[in-house]
């Protein structure tokens, strides 16, 4: 084996982030190896993605093999036909790499596609559980199955063919940045107003604020194309005021482009354009509102284009006296037709569209080349009359400064020009149809943007140095010899325009709209290039609103618009989309006022902006490991610099407009937000959540614990949380918006199948949860025992400050049948709980929790249920099918179809008889599980404080009365005391009540807890633990001695001697709380403590038992004997 290292392959410093070190191996060449054996030291071969190479590929071929790297994709991908000697993917090169078979892959892309990536099948790699465990018992060891493995190929191959034989079926039409990017934007920036209100612009604002104007909009749109690049490049993708005009607009452009820029660099984009940007990197409530807005906005954006080219037709048929009707209603009609028309280019495919944005951007371009031409062909006696005189300075000084006029104002004529500006997003709207989106979109936006920004700047500096803003246009109106010019340029150069001052006049730059086909060197030519850029633009946003609109219907972000997400055409076109954009442009069509449409869009592109540019900020801000665009000429605070002036430039044009579009944009949000679409994006929310829970958490190391703020925080042995759903209830109660809650699951048995079955159930769990709106979390181990897994729970659960300080569990109801181990087991936890200093609640309900049985019966019921609605089903396509065969096939289908008919409903019998039974037998154990959900009456929680622990007894249940479903229920108070002291006892735990400001119901003292119980009472309890005795005093010694040895878990007569006075006090409680609390909605009582070693488990279970026994709902609540409750302020 022979390998060609270069010593240069770390210390390259044109090497990219994306570097792959080809190695060598020459299995076919021996003279080769030979050679190289002791010779030079050996050279690696290099390939480098790098920014100058030819699709970000350079790589360093081998002699003579370069026709074997030609088959490889621009981003690093393989076609199938290609065959690589030195490919690590190839079986050969896997295994005389590694010298012995392997299930483990090389790093491949396609692991890490999505499931539907149209660019490539998404394979499965090994699971570690494959490679981590034997192979012999995971994986079957063939020639063929290693060589599967080891190149990534799932199981399904079937389905993978399948999907690739319809990619390949399918042809989409893809474009590249030239003809899908740059052609799409320059036509639509290069829209209505280069041609028919650049100069009304220039004359309001005269050159310096149109200038400005113009680069201010082109500033904002170029952060926003920047950050959106970012964002797409993470990774591979689906004084005068006329320049200040100008200026403003340039500004806005620039700054979104930089923000559009690092957005599509940082990760495939997809269709969907600026809705896929914002909602991927913001999430769907921000992309959800956003959507509907931007599409909305291309939407009457057709409608503002079509109405700039039936102006100009209009005018023609003005200029010629044919006109229809009048003025307004011709717009309306040629409106109408043109955009009846444009809908058929659209509808036909995107490869008609696309080769009509072509030709559209030829004429476009000889249409501007003719009017600068005309700038410098010498003027006639009739264009001198209405305004032009070529390059004069005179002209230039006069029309510098701003004349605004008919109420116009700066970012009235602003809102009026920015609509040209928007068309930056025309290249990102058809993401999906781009062959590589990340390259595509920040390449040819931004210079789109450079190249219509100098030619609007060259238009508007051109056509205001050579037309005044007001003309007669009549001949005779020139200067009679004597007059006084006043500073007048048009006076100046021989003509008298005063009379526009008093009346009004039809032409120059103030008046004539048409003012460039004066200008230009061949008229019709400017007609063509209007016609050209108003169809074009109106073009690009016919196919952007609809693909925009898909992209959201698909995501179902909103529920009722999935009709629109149907696809049609090997291109997948939104037909339906197209039409609802058809009808929504017809509306505003009928406007037909252009000034009045334009200020109407402006916002709705301006709130786009600003979230794109803010989206660009966000992700940067939350410094996710997963934002790395690409695009490297971006920051974060220009994009958040480009966020604000769009809102500021959104008010200052129109504050009403604005706070409507927020209004808009705010309801959508909350709505979004509410019916929380089940999607997850990996958004930059989600990731500024993470870091804000972080900082609070590390924040809240380093406050000191104080006695006010304690709170319940349980760890809840619920098992699987749907399991026992009572218990969870009734911790959920007292944690919710207060405390911590964690459910928790120890899995016992061979490790290897309860880490598999706990792996696999996490998530599911924790949706569970979340679907049930319990504000708790899941968690599990897997130990060899259950109070193992128990003990990992109560040391390690938990973060920082938000560690658990009190342990819930239920009370095992069948300990007198269990194993000895599950006893000392359960025991044991209560132990530990102690040890680590840990509240205990231990929770009795006569059904108990679990109800795993009850749920397995249901689910087997469901399942029957499905296969008789499928066996219906099936039943009903044969009846449907057999009966297209008319009159025999009827017969045949009625004697085919009676038996399965009567076999269904006998089967539906006895599912019924069976729901029935099973729910009759379980509606106690359902309706105990569901028993804390539902609102307690009038009623009581009868406290038994008997000792005192810290408060937690008492706590408790105050925070169970301040819950809606509990609030209507009264504590009362019982405490031992004595008879002699019943007063002083009773008003020293009213004065201590009341300090801690707990409301209560009564206060009863007992005296008698001490006094034996009754015989009947005492005897259920010696049966009770009757099995589980030793009597060794009834025996030798030797056969007592024995006996403790082989079972040490039994209740010697000693020790039952010597906790005698202890059992009688808990039956004693027993028949107490029988008598006092039997009506109670829940009681509450002081848990009684075993010594550890002395007292023995069954004997404490006695306890346990005996004091729960023939009781409404009790939590019995022993605190770790630290204050929780204080009455100090």
Request: contains cysteine.
């Amino acid at each position: 084996m022979s390998m060609n290292n270069s010593p240069n392959v770390f210390l390259d410093p044109n090497a990219n982030r994306f570097q792959v070190n080809i190695i060598n191996e020459s299995h076919d060449n021996n003279e080769t190896s030979q050679e190289d054996v002791g010779s030079d030291p050996p050279h690696y071969e290099e390939t480098s993605f790098t920014d100058e190479a030819h699709n970000r590929l350079r790589i360093s071929y081998r002699p003579g093999k370069r026709e074997l790297y030609d088959n490889f994709l621009q981003n690093g991908e393989k076609t199938e036909a290609s065959s690589h000697p030195y490919d690590t993917h190839t079986k050969m090169y896997y295994l005389q790499t590694f010298g012995h078979n392997t299930v483990d892959p090389v790093p491949k892309i396609d692991y890490y596609r999505n499931t539907g990536s149209i660019s490539g099948n998404k394979l499965s790699r090994p699971s570690l559980l494959e490679i981590h465990e034997q192979l012999a018992k995971n994986i079957a060891v063939s020639t063929g199955s290693v060589e599967r493995v080891a190149n990534g190929e799932s199981t399904t191959g079937d389905e993978t063919a399948v999907s690739k034989e319809e990619e390949n079926k399918t042809g989409f039409v893809k474009f590249g940045w030239v003809k899908g990017v740059l052609v799409r934007c320059m036509l639509n920036i290069w829209g209505v107003m280069l041609f028919i209100r650049l100069s009304w612009i220039v004359g309001q604002a005269g050159i310096g604020l149109g200038v400005f104007i113009i680069l201010l909009a082109t500033m904002v749109t170029s952060i926003t194309g920047l950050s959106t690049s970012a964002i797409a490049t993470n990774g591979f993708v689906r004084g005068g005021l006329g320049i200040i005009v100008i200026g403003l607009s340039v500004v806005v452009t620039t700054l979104t482009g930089i923000s559009m820029s690092a957005i599509c660099t940082n990760g495939v984009v997809r269709g969907g354009g600026a809705y896929y940007l914002i909602s991927r990197s913001l999430g769907p409530e921000f992309g959800g509102s956003i959507g509907l807005i931007f599409a909305f906005a291309n939407a009457v954006a057709v409608a503002m284009y079509v109405v700039g080219f039936a102006e100009t037709v209009v005018e023609l048929l003005k200029e010629s006296d044919t006109l229809m009707v009048d003025e307004s209603n011709d717009i309306r009609i040629i409106g109408t037709i043109t955009v009846v028309c444009l809908l058929g280019i659209s509808v036909a495919g995107m490869e008609w569209e696309a080769k009509a944005q072509v030709i559209l951007l030829f004429v476009l371009l000889i249409a501007i080349a003719n009017f600068f031409i005309g700038t410098v062909i010498p003027t006639n006696n009739e264009k001198k009359a209405r305004g032009f005189f070529n390059y004069q300075a005179s002209i230039f000084a006069e029309n510098f400064g701003p004349d605004f006029r008919s109420g116009e104002g700066f970012f009235s004529v602003f809102a009026i020009f920015f609509p040209a500006a928007t068309g930056i997003l025309a290249g990102a709207n058809i993401s999906g149809d781009l062959k590589d989106p990340q390259i595509a979109i920040p390449k040819g936006t931004m210079l789109a943007i450079v190249i219509t920004t100098v030619a609007y700047i060259g238009v508007a500096i051109c056509v205001a140095s050579c037309v005044v803003r007001d003309a007669t246009g009549n001949v005779n109106n020139t200067v009679v010899p004597g007059m006084s010019c006043n500073g007048s340029s048009a006076c100046s150069l021989g003509y008298d325009f005063s009379r526009c001052a008093s009346q009004p006049c039809d032409y120059g730059l103030m008046n004539n709209f048409q003012v460039m086909s004066m200008v230009s060197g061949f008229g019709p030519l400017i007609t063509a290039g209007i016609f050209s850029a108003t169809l074009s633009s109106a073009l690009a946003s016919l196919v952007s609103a609809p693909k925009v609109f898909q992209a959201l219907c698909k995501d179902n972000v909103y529920k009722g618009l999935e009709f629109f997400a149907k696809g049609y055409g090997k291109n997948n076109e939104p037909i339906r989309g197209y039409v609802l954009t058809f009808v929504i442009a017809m509306a505003f069509i009928l406007i037909a006022e252009l000034n009045t449409i334009a200020p109407i869009i402006s916002n709705f592109f301006l709130a786009s902006y600003a979230l794109i540019n803010f989206s660009c900020f966000h992700a940067s801000y939350a410094k996710s490991p997963g934002w790395r665009p690409a695009f490297r000429y971006y920051n974060m605070w220009v994009s958040l610099f480009g966020a604000l002036l769009c809102c500021g430039v959104m008010f200052v044009i129109n504050w009403w407009a604005a706070l409507i579009t927020y209004a808009i944009e705010l309801f959508l949000y909350i709505y979004v937000t509410y019916k929380k679409p089940e999607v997850n994006w990996g958004s930059s929310t989600q990731a500024l959540y993470y870091i804000n829970a972080l900082d609070s958490a590390l924040a809240l190391t380093t406050v000191e614990d104080h006695v006010k703020n304690f709170r319940p925080q349980c760890i809840a042995l619920t098992g699987a949380p749907m399991i026992r759903p009572a218990l969870l209830d009734i911790t959920h109660t007292f944690t919710k918006n207060n405390g911590l809650c964690i459910c928790c699951e120890v899995y016992t048995g061979p490790r290897k199948l309860c880490v598999k079955e706990m792996n696999s159930g996490m998530a599911k769990k924790q949706a569970w949860l979340t679907k049930n709106k319990r504000k708790a979390f899941y968690a599990a181990v897997a130990a060899d025992s259950f109070r193992d897994g128990v003990k990992s729970l109560l040391q390690a659960s938990g973060l920082g400050r938000m560690k658990p300080n009190t342990l819930v569990i239920g009370f095992k109801k069948d300990w007198r049948n269990a194993a000895v181990a599950q006893v000392e087991n359960y025991v044991g936890v209560i132990h530990d709980a102690f040890d680590f200093e840990l509240g205990m609640i231990i929770i009795r309900i006569s059904q108990g929790f679990d109800i795993s049985q009850v749920l397995q019966v249901q689910e087997a019921l469901e399942k029957l249920e499905q296969e008789r609605l499928a066996l219906e089903a099936t039943i009903k396509e044969n009846d449907f099918e057999e009966g297209k065969s008319g009159i025999c096939g009827f017969f045949r289908k009625a004697s085919t179809f009676h038996i399965p008919k009567h076999e269904t409903k006998k089967e539906t019998t006895i599912n019924t008889i069976q729901s029935m039974h099973v729910g009759e037998f379980n509606q106690k154990l359902l309706e105990a599980s569901t028993q804390f959900k539902k609102k307690q009456g009038k009623g009581t929680i009868d406290i038994w404080w008997l000792f005192d622990d810290g408060g937690l007894t008492i706590l408790i249940p105050y925070i169970l009365t301040i819950r809606k479903k509990w609030k209507n229920c009264k504590l009362r108070i019982f405490t031992g005391g004595k008879v002699n002291r019943i007063e002083e006892e009773k008003l020293g735990m009213a004065s201590l009540l009341s300090k801690f400001r707990i409301k209560f119901a009564d206060i009863n003292i007992i005296c008698d807890i001490n006094i034996k119980p009754s015989k009947e009472s005492w005897k259920f309890f010696e049966e009770m633990i009757e099995p589980y005795r030793l009597h060794e005093s009834c025996k030798d010694i030797t056969t007592a001695e024995k006996l403790k040895r082989e079972t040490p878990w039994k209740i010697t007569d000693a020790e039952l001697e010597a906790y005698k006075e202890k059992s009688y006090r808990q039956v004693r409680l027993n028949e107490l709380l029988q008598e006092h609390s039997r009506a109670a909605n829940l009681i509450v009582l002081s848990l009684p403590v075993a010594r550890k070693g002395v007292v023995s488990d069954y004997l404490y279970m006695a306890w346990l038992e005996i004091l729960s026994k023939n009781l409404p709902p009790i939590l019995m609540v022993r605190g770790n004997h630290k204050n929780v409750l204080t009455f100090y302020s």
